[in-house]
């Protein structure tokens, strides 16, 4: 949905349920906005998983994450980087694996001069090993976005293509936060919990659709050699 569809659904919403004179447009995109950034930090959506790509520095051990931009992309969420890939000198790119923080830097203590490809990131920061030593080498890396403000009435969310769903929990949280300001506090609780439902259903049909998908190394059925 866009910006103006929420605002408007949810003036529908308010209007058959408080009477009010209250509320005000300032107030109402507050809360929907509310409602955006919570919806889209409720889980790791797959659709709020993009790529980013940089060029690399010569022997550079770490890069900032992304920044937001004005048209472009929001910034990646903090510690967030699940896929970094590096150009080779073959211009092929590589995918080098993601460890945690810690060990990445004890494998750095243990190996000064370790070639394994390995990542980590922490903060508003992504650290690689080896480093490359040449500089505009293509680096790719795929993170979660920040949740977007709204501003224009034609905005939409990140539920917008597909899980429209998602839209409605939206309008259900800011729904909640006008109920709680009228002091109608069980409705409030409610409206939360459907919106809450709402969000673990679309969760939960992702996870099944991709708990079957399979690897190169993992083949959908396992064959039998007969020809030992």
């Known amino acids: 949905m866009t910006y103006i569809e929420l605002q408007n659904a949810l003036k529908d919403d308010l209007s058959s349920t408080v009477v009010s004179t209250f509320w005000t447009p300032t107030m109402l995109e507050g809360w ?3 409602g ?3 919806a889209t930090n409720f889980r790791p959506w797959p659709f709020t998983e993009k790529a980013e790509y940089t060029k690399s520095r010569a022997n550079a051990r770490y890069y900032d ?7 472009g992309p929001s910034a990646f969420k903090s510690d967030s980087i699940r896929l970094c890939q ?3 000198d073959d211009g092929t790119m590589a995918e080098y694996t993601k460890l945690r923080y810690n060990d990445f830097m004890k494998y750095l203590e243990d190996n000064p ?3 394994d490809k390995v990542f980590s990131d922490y903060r508003r920061r992504y650290f690689i090993n080896p480093v490359v030593t040449v500089s505009d080498r293509n680096i790719s890396v795929w993170g979660q ?3 977007k403000e709204l501003v224009a009435d034609t905005d939409e969310t990140a539920f917008s293509e597909g899980e429209e769903t998602g839209d409605q929990a939206i309008i259900l949280y800011a729904k909640s936060i006008a109920l709680k300001k009228a002091r109608r506090y069980n409705e ?3 409206e939360i919990t459907e919106a809450t439902n709402l969000l673990l259903e679309i969760w939960k049909r992702i996870q099944e659709e991709q708990s079957q998908y399979r690897t190169k190394s ?3 059925f396992n064959v039998p050699n007969f020809f030992k």
């Open 32 to 34: 929907i906005n509310r």
């Open 86 to 88: 590096i150009e080779q």
């Open 145 to 147: 976005e920040k949740a």
């Open 65 to 71: 994450y992304p920044d937001d931009t004005a048209d």
């Open 36 to 38: 955006v950034i919570w």
């Open 113 to 115: 001069t370790g070639t």
């Open 188 to 190: 409030a609780t409610a």
């Open 218 to 220: 993992n083949a959908l």
